[in-house]
C-alpha cells in the first residue's frame, strides 16, 4: 500500500447556538446517559477466535456458526493483524478533510492529538481513553474519495443522541443522506439492522459529518476500504506461470483482476510445478523433470536450483508447494495416481521429509493460510483440510468444478483469502476464490480469456503475524513445542516493570502437568507467569526455576483439560532478550514425587500416551522398564502384614502392560525395586498382575509402564488382603500352659483375623473374627484373659473343652460373673484341675497385646542343674553354658513348629537368632540324657 500523508491542520473551535443554561442542561442529560450505557455487554472476540481455531478453520467464517456481529467481529480482528499502518486514515478533529483512498485502508474517528483513531474502549464511556474520539465539542467532516468507492464499518460505537454521525454519498454534506446515527443507531448492531456495515458510493465519494461533545465519549469506529480506484492502498500481485498450453510466460496479474498475465520471461523450461513465497518474499518452484526445488528471480524469471528433491517417494510427481508463516517452514506434496504424500522441505538444500499420506488418490495442489491451517484440493474435485502433523486429508466439500490435470492455488497473504488457477482442460482456467468451510470455488473471472493452464500460483507478500506483545495476540504453542522469542522490543503489557511477550498453550487432557521453561535458554533473567486469561489470574508463577542456570525459570501447573492458558514471559528488574521457550506436557503423575493415591479395592482409569521416560527413577524391576508410565503411590499405615495384588487385567485396559512397584524416597532417585510383572497368566492381551506382601508401614511406589514403547489406556486395581494372626484358626491355638504364664501375645493383627466355622455350645460366635488360646489347668486355681489396646468390637470368653486339640463345636460355655458371652475386653474364671479352657478373643477394630495370666495353670519348667542362657529377652545373640556336656537345642515357636535347631556336644554355644520374629518361643535343651524346657522371648 502506499503511504498516505494525513493532512494537519489547526484546531478549530466549535460554535454552539445555545445558551450556558441549555448546555448545562445537555451535559447532565450525557452524563446521565452514560451512566445507564455502562453495562452493555460486548462481543467477546478472544472467545471466537478461540472457537474459530479449535474448529481449524480459516478466515473465510460460516455463517450457519457465527452471527453477523460475530463475522464482523472476526473479520476486524484479521484486518487489524494484516493492515499497513502507513494506510490508516485518522483525521483531525474539528477539520475539513479529504483523502483520496484505495482498497486497504483503513478509516478511523476523528484525534485531537491524545485521543481518538485506532482502538478504544467500546464497553465503557470515558474521557481519557488514547483510543477514544475526543471530547472537541466540535464538527468533524472528512471525505473519502476514489473509484468505485465502497467501504464497510469493522467497529462503530458513538455515544446516544449526543454525538451523531451522518454519512453522505458525495463530496459535501448537500449530497445526499444515507446514514443518520439518530435515526438508525448508534452501534455497530444498530447499523447492521438498519442499513447494514457497507455502504457503496454512487459519486465515487463518501463525506463522513462527525459531532462529538465536551463531555462524554467512546471508542467511535473504523471503516475499511473494500474498493477504491486511487490514493494510499494497493492490491496484491499474483505471480503465475502458464505451464505450456498456451504459452511458457512467467509472469504477473492483479488479484482484483483483469486477470491477463504479463509476461516478464518466456522461459525454455516449462517443467515448473507449484510454487510459493517464503518469509523473506523469496519465490520457490518445483521443477518436475529434474525433481530439484528452485527458486526464481520475480524480476527476471530467471530459476536458481537449490537441490536435488531427496526422499520422494518412488513413482511419485511433485504437484504442490505452500509455505507456513505460522511456523516458518516449507510443505510439499506429491501423487502417484493412487496415493498422495505431504512432506516438510527443507529449502536450503531440497531434502524432504515425509510427514504422511493424505488418504487421496490425486492431490493437486497444496496452499496454507496465516494461522497454518492447510488445503488441498483433488482431482475427485473436492477441497480436503490437510493435518500437517500426520498429512491425513479430510474432505471440507465440493469446489463444484471439474478440475483436471497440473494447477496451483495460494493464501492471498493480506486477507487470508484461497484463490486458485482452477484448470479445466482445453485451456480453460477460472480465477477463482474458495470457501474453506465449505469447498466452494466461486469464479472471479478467466485467465487469458482462457487459455492458460497454471501450474504455479504464489501471491506476492509476506505474512506479518500479529506481534505476541499482546495478550490478546499471543502465539499458540503446543506441548512438545519450542518457540524463541525476544522481549527487547517489546513493551510491559503486564504491568510489571519489564517488557514481555505472550503465548497461549490449550490444555487437553483433565488434570495433566503442563509445564512451562527457560530453563537454561534464555539469555537474560527471565520470569514465567500463567494466567488462566488475558487479565484473568495468575495461575503460577516463577522467577529463578530450581537447576537452571543465568537466573532462568520453569514452572508447572494442572490444567483442566479445556481451558487456554496465557503465558508471560518477563524480565527480572526491566531484563529483556531471547529466548527459546518449551513447553511439556504429560499427567500430574508422570513422575513418582506426584505419584496419585490408591486405594484398597478401588479402581483407577489411567492413561500413558503423554508421559515421559521414567528409567531415571525406575530400574528394571522383574521387568525391564522400557516405556513411558505413570505413578501411583500407596502409603501403608495399617500396621498388618497384607498380601497386595495389583492388576491391569481389564477390558478397560488396551496395551500390553508392565507394573512395577518400588520403595524409597522419590526425591532421590533410583528407588528400590519390590517385584514386577510383565505377562501374568491370569491375563488376556499381555496384560498384567504382581503381588507383593506390605509390612503395615512402608510407602509404595507403583509404576504402571509397557511393553517395548507401548502406551495405552489401563483400569488398574489394587486388592489388599491381611495376614490372619497365625492362631486365628481353632487348630493353630497357642498353648499357654506349654509356655508359662504370664503369657502376653504381642502386637497381634486382629483386623486380619477371618470368621469361624462354628459355635461353641451356649454362646453363638457365628460371625466373630478372633484368635484362640487354650491350656489345661495344673490345679484349681484362677485365669484372666485381657486385650491391651481395645478397638473397635472387642470380646473375649473362656470356654471347656474335652481336650486341646477341640473344634468350635467340641467346645462348652459355662457362666462365671467374670465369663459372660458378651462383648467386653477381658475375662476372668475359677479354674478346674484337669480341665482344658479355650480362650476367644476378638478386638477387630486394631492391634493389640492380649494377656493370659492366672494360678496354677501349668507346671514350671523343667530346669537342669548347671546350665545356664542369657541374654533373655534376647535382640540377636543367646548365649548357652552347661556344667556337663550340651548334646542339642531345638527352639519352637507358640504353635509347636520348630524354627531352630543345632546339635551342639559342648559346654558353651550361641545361637543366632536374628532371624526370629518378635515374640515369645520354646527352647528345649538335652544336658546328659536331661531335656529341660524354657521360655524365651525375641525382641
Avoid at 421 to 442: K, M, P, R
Avoid at 458 to 478: K, Q, R, S, Y
Wanted: glycine residues 10%.
Amino acid at each position: 500500500m502506499k503511504k498516505i500523508t494525513l493532512l494537519c491542520s489547526l484546531f478549530l473551535g466549535c460554535i454552539f447556538l445555545v445558551n450556558a443554561q441549555n448546555e448545562n442542561s445537555a451535559i447532565q442529560q450525557e452524563l446521565n446517559a452514560a451512566a445507564l450505557t455502562e453495562a452493555q455487554e460486548q462481543i467477546d472476540v478472544q472467545q471466537l477466535i478461540d472457537n474459530l481455531t479449535n474448529r481449524a478453520q480459516s478466515p473465510v467464517i460460516d455463517q450457519d456458526l457465527f452471527s453477523p456481529a460475530e463475522r464482523l467481529a472476526i473479520r476486524k480482528y484479521y484486518s487489524d493483524m494484516n493492515r499497513s499502518a502507513l494506510a490508516n486514515i485518522i483525521p483531525n478533529a474539528g477539520a475539513t478533510e479529504t483523502f483520496a483512498v484505495n482498497t486497504g485502508d483503513f478509516f478511523y474517528d476523528p484525534t485531537d492529538g491524545l485521543t481518538g483513531g485506532p482502538g478504544g474502549d467500546c464497553s465503557t464511556t470515558s474521557s481519557g481513553d488514547p483510543g477514544d474520539y475526543p471530547n472537541c465539542g466540535c464538527v468533524t467532516v472528512t471525505t473519502l474519495t476514489g473509484t468505485g468507492l465502497e467501504v464497510e464499518f469493522l467497529s462503530f460505537e458513538i455515544f446516544g443522541n449526543f454525538d451523531w454521525l451522518n454519512i453522505y454519498d458525495g463530496t459535501d454534506t448537500s449530497a445526499p443522506l444515507i446514514y443518520d446515527s439518530t435515526v438508525s443507531g448508534d452501534n455497530l448492531t444498530d447499523m447492521m439492522n438498519s442499513t447494514g456495515t457497507i455502504f457503496t458510493s454512487t459519486s465515487d465519494a463518501l463525506t463522513f459529518e462527525f459531532n462529538a461533545t465536551a463531555v462524554v465519549n467512546t471508542c467511535g469506529w473504523e471503516v475499511e476500504v473494500l474498493n477504491a480506484g486511487g490514493g494510499g492502498g494497493g492490491s496484491d500481485t499474483v505471480y503465475a506461470y502458464d505451464g505450456g498450453f498456451c504459452s511458457d510466460d512467467f509472469g504477473t496479474f492483479d488479484i482484483n483482476g483483469p486477470y491477463t498475465l504479463a509476461p516478464i520471461l518466456t522461459t525454455t523450461n516449462p517443467t515448473w510445478f507449484a510454487g510459493d513465497f517464503d518469509d523473506s518474499g523469496t519465490l520457490y518452484v518445483l521443477d518436475q523433470t529434474s525433481l530439484s526445488l528452485l527458486t526464481v528471480d520475480t524480476a527476471t524469471g530467471a530459476d536458481t536450483t537449490v537441490g536435488p528433491l531427496t526422499n520422494l517417494n518412488a513413482g511419485h510427481t511433485v504437484t504442490g508447494l505452500a509455505w507456513n508463516a505460522d511456523n516458518s517452514t516449507m510443505y510439499a506434496l506429491s501423487t502417484d495416481g493412487t496415493d498422495s504424500t505431504v512432506y516438510s522441505v527443507d529449502i536450503s538444500t531440497g531434502t524432504l521429509t515425509v510427514i504422511g499420506n493424505t488418504g487421496t488418490t490425486l492431490g493437486i495442489w497444496l496452499a496454507i493460510d496465516s494461522m497454518g491451517n492447510a488445503f488441498a484440493a483433488d482431482l475427485d474435485d473436492n477441497l480436503y483440510s490437510i493435518d500437517l502433523g500426520t498429512g491425513a486429508g479430510t474432505v471440507v466439500g465440493p469446489l463444484g468444478f471439474d478440475i483436471n490435470f497440473a494447477q496451483d492455488a495460494d493464501f492471498d497473504p493480506d486477507t487470508d483469502v484461497l484463490y486458485a488457477g482452477l484448470y479445466l482442460g482445453g485451456g480453460a482456467n477460472e480465477w477463482a476464490s474458495i470457501d474453506t468451510t465449505t469447498g466452494a470455488a466461486t469464479s472471479l473471472g478467466q485467465v487469458n480469456a482462457n487459455c492458460a493452464e497454471l501450474s504455479v500460483v504464489a501471491i506476492e507478500g509476506v505474512v506479518a503475524p500479529p506481534t505476541n506483545d499482546l495478550c490478546a495476540n499471543a502465539t499458540p504453542i503446543n506441548c512438545g513445542q519450542t518457540l524463541s522469542g525476544d522481549t527487547s522490543n517489546d513493551t510491559d503489557t503486564n504491568g510489571d516493570g519489564s517488557p514481555d511477550e505472550w503465548f497461549a498453550v490449550t490444555s487437553s487432557v483433565s488434570g495433566e502437568l503442563i509445564t512451562v521453561s527457560t530453563c537454561n535458554q534464555a539469555g537474560y533473567d527471565t520470569i514465567l507467569t500463567v494466567y488462566d486469561a488475558c487479565g484473568g489470574t495468575v495461575v503460577a508463577t516463577n522467577d529463578d526455576g530450581p537447576g537452571c542456570t543465568g537466573f532462568t525459570s520453569e514452572l508447572s501447573f494442572v490444567a483442566d483439560g479445556s481451558s487456554t492458558y496465557y503465558i508471560a514471559v518477563d524480565g527480572f528488574g526491566g531484563a529483556s532478550g531471547t529466548f527459546d521457550l518449551s513447553i511439556t506436557c504429560g499427567p500430574v503423575n508422570d513422575d513418582p514425587c506426584g505419584a496419585l493415591p490408591i486405594e484398597c479395592g478401588v479402581p483407577i482409569l489411567g492413561n500413558t500416551d503423554t508421559a515421559n521416560d521414567d528409567t531415571a527413577f525406575a530400574p528394571d524391576c522383574g521387568t525391564p522398564t522400557s516405556a513411558a508410565g505413570i505413578w501411583y503411590v500407596y502409603e501403608d499405615t495399617t500396621g498388618l502384614v497384607t498380601d497386595i495384588l495389583l492388576s491391569t487385567c481389564s477390558t478397560n485396559t488396551n496395551y500390553d502392560t508392565k507394573i512395577s512397584v518400588y520403595t524409597g524416597d522419590c526425591g532421590t532417585p533410583p528407588l528400590t525395586c519390590v517385584a514386577g510383572n510383565d505377562d501374568s497368566p491370569n491375563c488376556t492381551n499381555f496384560q498384567s498382575e504382581v503381588e507383593f506382601q506390605s509390612d503395615g508401614n512402608t510407602t509404595y511406589y507403583i509404576l504402571v509402564h509397557g511393553f517395548g514403547g507401548a502406551t495405552g489406556d489401563f483400569e488398574l486395581t489394587m486388592t489388599c488382603t491381611p495376614v490372619p494372626p497365625p492362631n486365628d484358626m481353632i487348630v493353630n491355638s497357642i498353648d499357654v500352659d506349654e509356655i508359662g504364664v504370664p503369657y502376653t501375645d504381642p502386637a497381634v493383627a486382629m483386623p486380619a483375623a477371618t470368621l469361624e466355622n462354628g459355635n461353641p455350645t451356649g454362646c453363638n460366635i457365628d460371625g466373630a473374627k478372633g484368635v484362640w488360646y487354650n491350656f489345661t489347668a495344673a490345679a484349681s486355681g484362677t485365669a484372666t484373659a485381657e486385650i491391651v489396646s481395645p478397638a473397635g468390637a472387642s470380646f473375649v470368653v473362656f470356654f471347656k473343652a474335652p481336650d486341646e486339640n477341640a473344634i468350635e463345636t467340641d467346645l462348652e460355655y459355662f457362666f462365671q460373673i467374670g465369663n459372660q458371652c458378651a462383648p467386653a475386653t477381658s475375662a476372668n474364671i475359677f479354674t478346674e484341675g484337669g480341665q482344658t479352657y479355650y480362650v476367644f478373643v476378638v478386638n477387630d477394630g486394631g492391634v493389640t497385646d492380649i494377656v493370659i495370666d492366672g494360678t496354677l495353670l501349668s507346671a514350671e519348667d523343667n530346669i537342669i542343674e548347671g546350665f545356664n542362657y542369657y541374654p533373655n529377652p534376647t535382640d540377636e545373640t543367646l548365649n548357652l553354658t552347661s556344667v556337663e556336656s550340651i548334646e542339642d537345642v531345638a527352639i519352637y515357636n507358640l504353635l509347636g513348629q520348630q524354627v531352630m535347631g543345632l546339635d551342639v556336644n559342648a559346654t558353651s554355644t550361641q545361637l543366632d537368632t536374628s532371624s526370629l520374629a518378635t515374640g515369645a518361643y520354646i527352647m528345649k535343651v538335652t544336658v546328659n540324657g536331661q531335656v529341660g524346657t524354657y521360655k524365651v522371648i525375641k525382641r
